[in-house]
């Protein structure tokens, strides 16, 4: 049996597998990035207001 940890990262790494068969192929920081979401480490809204700031950064220099 699996503990809930292990069940979160087989799961991510079905999601991630399933992408790479469409084509999509996703960084080590972004899969990290996908596995702290699913564990509840940040939350989806935090990555996303980060993500949005440092666009923002960029387009401003």
């Given at each position: 049996m699996r503990t809930p940890a292990?069940?979160?990262v087989f799961k991510v790494?079905?999601?991630?597998?399933?992408m790479a068969?469409?084509?999509i192929r996703l960084?080590?920081?972004t899969q990290h990035v996908m596995l702290e979401i699913a564990s509840g480490q940040v939350s989806a809204t935090e990555?996303?207001?980060a993500l949005i700031a440092q666009?923002?950064?960029k387009a401003s220099a």
């Open positions: 292990e069940l979160t790494q079905q999601a991630i597998g399933s068969i469409e084509g960084s080590p920081k990555v996303k207001q666009y923002k950064q």
